[in-house]
Every structure is written in C-alpha cells, then in structure tokens.
C-alpha cells in the first residue's frame, strides 16, 4: 500500500484520506500454544518499518529490549503478526518501541496529534469534521508564520567578472563544465537564472571566512555542480541538484548554509533548536555529511548527526546543548519528532541529500510526518544522483518554484575517469579468480569488494583472513561503530580491503579507493553506476572490474549502455548476452512462456580494453 498519496505538500496542510485503514488493534492477545508469548496483529503497510532494510530496525528493537521479536503472517487479510518472546519487562519495552514506530507513522494517530494540537487553540466541537480542522490549522499557521520574522535568503551579489559575461559565454562556459543544464521547474516561469561563477572568490568575495575555509582546503577551483549552485542557492531559490556521486554536491549546500545561519533576524542563542536540516538516507552518509561540516571552523557552528544504532540518549543530550546543524536519517528523525526530543520550528534552510536513494529505502512517510514540523516557506535544496517520478514528487511537494541545476547527463552513466573491466566466468570460479587478482595488487592500492549478501560478505571476510590477508568489512548486520571503525581504518590505511554490501555504494567518500571489485553483480543498473563510483574520484583514475556469471545475463543490455555512454570498451561477449537475452524475450513473447536459458560454461573468460583476455596483470592496459 502506497501512502505517499495519501499527504499533499506541506505547504497546503491538507489531508485527504483516499484508503480505509485497519483500526487500532489489541495488542495483548494471548496464543494457546505460547501463553507467555505476546502478540501484536499490525496493519501489512507497517512491517516494513518493523523489519527495516535487511532487517535492521527489528535488529535493534531486539537489542534495544531484550526480548525476541518476529513478524508473522496473520489468519486475518491486511494484516502480520508481531511475536514477541522473553521476560515481562523486556516484552513490554518492545511493545512500547513497535507502538512508538506504529504512531509515528499512522495517519489516523497523525490527525489525532493534530487535532490536540488544535484543541489547544479552538473550543472542542461536538461532531468532529476533518476538513474544517484542516482549515483551521492552516489558519493557525498564518498566524503562526506572521508572528516570526521572515527568513533572510539572498546574499549573493553577483561579481563585476561574472556581470560582464556574454550569454554565450556562459553557455560555452557551462558546456565545459561537463554540460551544466539550467532550468525553472516551472516552464512557464521567465525570470533570470543566476550566471556560473568561474571561482571561489567570485561566489563568497564578501565572506572572507569562508574563502580561508576554503583555502585551508586547498581546492583550486569549483566543481561543475558547485559553479552553478552557489550563485542560485545564495540568491535564496530553492535548487534541485541532479549529479553523480563525488561531484561535491555536499559542499554545494554547506557552505550557504553557513552563511544562511549567520544572518537570520533571530539571534543563534534565541532559536530553540537547530537552523539547518540535512536528510540523508543512511549513516554513513549522514556521518560523512557531519565530517565535511566539522572540516570548517565558521563562527563556532556546531552540527551533530542523528542515526540509528547509536544512543538515543547520547543525542538527545548533543541536542541539549544547542547545535545549529542538524544531519539525520528520516527514521530516526521521525522518532525524535514525535517524542518531543527536537523542534524544527527554527530550520530555515532544508537539504533532502540522495532524494532519490531515500524513495528507494522507503523513507517518504517518514520525511512527510517529521517535515510538518519545518516551515513552509523555508528554503529547500534537493540533491539527486537520478530524476525519477518519486523524485519529482517531492520536489512539487517540498520546493517552491525551484530551479534545477543538472550536470552532465540524466541517462545513468559513470564517470569516464574509471576504467571498467566485464570478466564472464561460473560462480565456483570466482573465488580462485579473487586470490590471483589480489595477489597481483601492489600496497599502494586501496580496494573495496561489493557483494549482494550479508552472509557472503562475512564468509568472504573469514576466508581471505585465514588466508593471511588483512581485511575489514561493513553490512546492515553490524554493529554501528564497528562499521564506522571498518570504514576509518580503510581512510587511513590500516587494511587495504573492505568487503561490503550495498551499505557501502553510497555517501562513502575515500578519494583514494583504486579498485571497486564486483563479486556479485548488482541487483539493478543504478547500484552498478554507485558501486563504481566509489573509485575515479577527485579527478583521480580507477579501475572496476565486474564478476558476471550466465545468471546476470538478463542486465547484460542495461550494462552495455551505461558503457557505452561513459566511453568504454565493450566486450564482444557481452554484447553477444545482451543479444541473447533479447532474443530469448522475443520468443517468450511469442511463445507465451517462460523457458529457462541452458548455456554453456563461461570458462573464466576476461575483457579489458585493448586485449583479448583477461592477463591476470590489471595494469597492462590501465
């Protein structure tokens, strides 16, 4: 069941209830064959959140409580079963853990809080009606939003270098700049769109401080995203950003946003919680995001992470103190929402980072509910690696007349400074492939091994350990710092190996990573385009090499394309996969069936580009 359609924007604070939802249920009923069993019976649309992504979340209820808990088909249709065994206590503290998630993200419990909220301000009528509640909450918010000042967006005074710039030598100047495309969302909108700034001082030559941020960075000049963002964001639009990963979109956001929090009206010591939000879709992302804020020292900013698997009460604590950024995922952001741990009444300036990868793991109620907190006439910047319908959405639901800024294509592709190798062999061949490639790999070389399973990433990790290699690795499964510590030790050199899951295939920034290794083919194109991307950054070369076994034949076109548009070679063979598996499709159609492929072995064949096989050495062509 979709509820995303169920929200309109926030900007309308309006519901319209399209679905019928299974009441509140009784959460103490007993099973005969398990008297000290207790059992929940939860509406299906929630057990998503229950279980998380790779099971995450039940994972942490378990630890968090003490008590075992499972999600069961029920006999009852539109409905699981939530079992949870142990002692009294450790029962009642996960019921109290799942309800929490429950409410945090049922509409129904939703229109309650909203009419409480409501009640407070308006006398209690006897027959309740929802639209003129929401009308009266709109109402409120008016007034609300009259009463404090207006939020300082525009601080941007355009350079006399930038000024003097034709139109066409701007658009020459974008098309180097890996085809910067420029647009209002809204076509029919006519005002001027700020000019690319050509460098740093052209964008904050009235922000001093942040120049010697910068230079203490010692970057030379802006990336492409970062030429066009800063002129817009500082002219106070709201900006959609459409680019790969490691294209510097992080720093596109940053640092306006320190400049936002400067000049507000309200002073830094009177708001009551934080001026900037940033949500990203994991945390590793979020961690990354709180490590690049934490790399500049302006005017004494403070920024925290909010994350799940780390102690709730830690942060909250952080949250205390005062912070002006704040950098969450959306569940756990939703769950401080609702229990009254954080105010965004002050943020003034929303970032949505990975908008698309947050669709992807299932975050938009989450972001809807937590997001009715922020101010509607914030400033809002989205960040996108692609510009799917779900993304779209949130756009016309969270920006106002936004501008969007694309670099390079919206076709996925990788970047052509990676060089990506297809070797076709069986599965049983992998492993014998893996030894000889990484005994032929040089010290200097930092390598991360993508795999689709938590139980493959531990058997590889064990395996190549009792092979006296050092490695270290990362999935859902681990513990939270564990996976912070794999991650650091690979920064500053102490393994050289990391084994990962799709955990890892974005928001992990190591410039340094040489090769990205695909044990596992990916489940769609776009983790193969992120997995990739992790090598090939900052203007450095890489190398990725893809293990495909027959089975991934049916990817092999999607393959083919993302290749050919980022400049590779493609393998004759591959090509010939892609043409198989076509074909087959076209007889099915025709046949009306379904007939499993029987093709040969694929005998370790390799490709690289210039040769015909796959040497053994990766450096004779790279």
């Known amino acids: 069941m979709d509820q995303d359609e169920d929200w309109d924007s926030p900007n309308d604070i309006q519901y319209q209830p399209q679905k019928q939802y299974v009441p509140k249920q009784q959460y103490n009923k007993m099973t005969a064959h398990n008297p000290d069993d207790l059992l929940m019976d939860i509406n299906s649309q929630f057990a998503g959140l229950v279980i998380g992504k790779g099971g995450a979340i039940i994972k942490g209820l378990r630890k968090d409580s003490g008590a075992f808990i499972s999600v069961l088909d029920s006999d009852t249709y539109g409905l699981k079963t939530v079992k949870i065994s142990g002692n009294q206590k450790a029962k009642e503290h996960a019921q109290k853990l799942i309800s929490d998630i429950i409410d945090a993200n049922d509409p129904d419990k939703i229109k309650q809080r909203l009419l409480k909220e409501s009640e407070q301000s308006a006398p209690v009528q006897s027959t309740f009606n929802w639209d003129e509640l929401m009308k009266e909450e709109a109402e409120n918010l008016k007034k609300r939003l009259a009463a404090l000042p207006p939020i300082i967006k525009d601080f941007y005074k355009e350079h006399p270098e930038v000024t003097a710039m034709t139109d066409q030598e701007v658009e020459e100047f974008r098309m180097s700049k890996n085809n910067i495309m420029i647009k209002y969302i809204d076509e029919n ?15 904050f030559g009235d922000y001093p401080e942040i120049l010697e941020e910068i230079q203490k960075q010692k970057f030379e000049t802006p990336s492409p995203v970062q030429c066009q963002a800063w002129p817009v964001i500082m002219s106070g639009h709201d900006l959609i950003a459409i680019a790969q990963t490691g294209t510097g979109k992080t720093l596109a956001f940053l640092l306006p946003a320190f400049i936002h929090i400067d000049f507000q009206q309200t002073p830094r010591s009177e708001r009551k919680g934080p001026s900037i939000l940033v949500l990203a879709p994991t945390r590793e992302l979020v961690l990354q995001i709180e490590s690049e804020v934490k790399k500049y020292s302006y005017k004494g900013i403070k920024a925290m992470s909010i994350y799940g698997g780390a102690s709730s009460g830690k942060q909250k604590e952080v949250l205390r103190q005062g912070v002006e950024i704040v950098i969450a995922t959306p569940g756990r952001l939703n769950d401080f929402v609702g229990s009254g741990a954080i105010d965004l009444s002050d943020v003034t300036f929303l970032i ?13 109620p989450q972001i809807r509910v937590s997001l009715l907190r922020v101010r509607p006439d914030r400033q809002t910047i989205m960040t996108s690696a692609t510009w799917p319908p779900g993304v779209k959405r949130l756009a016309k639901s969270y920006t106002t007349n936004p501008i969007q800024v694309m670099v390079g294509s919206l076709d996925l592709t990788t970047v052509n ?14 492993e014998s492939w893996l030894d000889d490639f990484l005994k032929s790999c040089s010290a200097d070389d930092k390598i991360i091994i993508f795999v689709n399973r938590k139980v493959t990433v531990d058997q590889l990790s064990s395996d190549l350990c009792m092979k006296g290699l050092i490695v270290e690795s990362i999935h859902g499964g681990r513990e939270q710092s564990d996976r912070e510590m794999a991650l650091e030790s690979l920064r500053n050199g102490e393994v050289n190996i990391l084994i990962a899951t799709d955990v890892a295939s974005r928001g992990i920034d190591i410039n340094d990573i040489t090769v990205v290794i695909n044990y596992d083919f990916t489940k769609d194109i776009e983790e193969y385009v992120h997995r990739v991307g992790r090598t090939g950054r900052a203007g450095k070369t890489g190398l990725a090499i893809t293990l495909m076994t027959r089975k991934d034949w049916g990817k092999a076109k999607e393959l083919v394309e993302v290749m050919e548009k980022s400049g590779q070679d493609v393998p004759p063979e591959l090509q010939e996969m892609a043409s198989r598996f076509e074909a087959k499709k076209e007889r099915d159609r025709a046949e009306g069936g379904d007939r499993p492929f029987r093709g040969g072995r694929g005998g370790g064949r390799g490709f690289s580009r210039g040769d015909g096989g796959f040497s053994g050495n990766r450096r004779n062509n790279y």
């Open 189 to 203: 909108n006519m005002k001027p769109i700020p000019k690319p700034v050509l460098k740093f001082s052209h964008a």
């Open 352 to 364: 949505l980072d990975e908008a698309d990868r947050m669709l992807d793991l299932g975050f938009e």
């Open 417 to 430: 400074t990676v060089k990506q190798d297809i070797l076709i062999m069986d599965e049983e061949e992998k």
